[in-house]
């Protein structure tokens, strides 16, 4: 637990950094919306100002609306590229972004999951939260042995993103995503949230049953999943005292 979002970025950059260093080619799988821009950020930086290399980096995206161009404003072609990309030196090539306008979604689908495969796997996978448990666009109720296909968005999940659009009318519907499966082959999981709106969220995912209601709750059964929170969003844990304790006692552990 840190105790603001701008720590909590911080931590994740760190941990993103000692895997890139560890292997210059790593596969990095990304998320999208505001949880981690903070990262993006300190990534940029560190960039600039440490040298972090991103010249042999591979990266995939979750996930894409259905329906938008890749230069539209709320398409995560463009989140990425304006947040991230065009500040790093990762080869246009090495990035993998769903598609939200392919002429045959089941083909594409077909073809991220075997680029996957070719590129080595994901070593390091960064996901946030839905204010219902959701990771990607898994919706409550998604298979935990998913795979990249089209979701059709849950109307909570349409009512929060509303606030980047217009409005709610103009939020897509559908979505290409990958799956709880695809995500959980990666071989490190980072969890980000920050913001009491996700503190229900969290605590279902980390202290409840592995359910497909709250898909984030697969994570449990990852042998290497971490969750990088902010003081607000671990506010629900009933074991808090105890991470805490565990975190201040992690350095000295054998």
Same mark, same amino acid.
């Given at each position: 637990m840190q105790n603001d979002a701008k720590q909590m970025s911080r931590v994740a950059a760190r941990l993103v950094a000692r895997v890139l260093n560890a292997k210059p080619d790593a596969v990095l799988g990304l998320a999208t919306g505001s949880t981690p821009l903070g990262l993006y950020k300190e990534l940029v930086r560190m960039h600039r100002d440490e040298g972090l290399d991103f010249s042999q980096v591979t990266t995939f995206n979750l996930d894409e609306y259905v329906g938008l161009t890749r230069d539209h404003e709320q398409s995560y072609h463009y989140f990425m590229h304006e947040n991230l990309f065009k500040y790093i030196n990762i080869p246009k090539q090495n990035i993998h972004i769903p598609s939200g306008t392919t002429e045959n979604y =089941? =083909?594409?689908? *077909?073809?991220?999951?075997?680029?996957i495969v070719e590129c080595g796997g994901v070593d390091l996978q960064i996901l946030g939260i839905? *204010?219902?448990g959701h990771i990607a666009f898994n919706e409550p109720s998604s298979s935990l042995g998913s795979r990249t296909r089209i979701k059709t968005l849950a109307k909570q999940t349409i009512d929060d993103n509303a606030r980047f659009f217009d409005s709610a009318e103009d939020v897509p519907i559908y979505a290409i995503t990958m799956g709880v499966g695809t995500i959980m082959e990666a071989r490190k999981l980072i969890l980000m =949230?920050?913001? *009491? *709106?996700? =503190?229900?969220a969290v605590a279902e995912a980390i202290e409840g049953p592995v359910t497909s209601m709250i898909t984030a709750s697969a994570l449990q059964m990852h042998p290497d999943a971490t969750c990088v929170l902010d003081k607000e969003a671990a506010g629900s844990l009933k074991m808090l005292d105890y991470y805490t304790w565990i975190q201040t006692k992690m350095p000295d552990a054998p």
């Open positions: =089941a =083909a594409f689908c *077909s073809w991220y999951e075997n680029r839905g *204010s219902d =949230a920050n913001g *009491s *709106s996700k =503190a229900e």
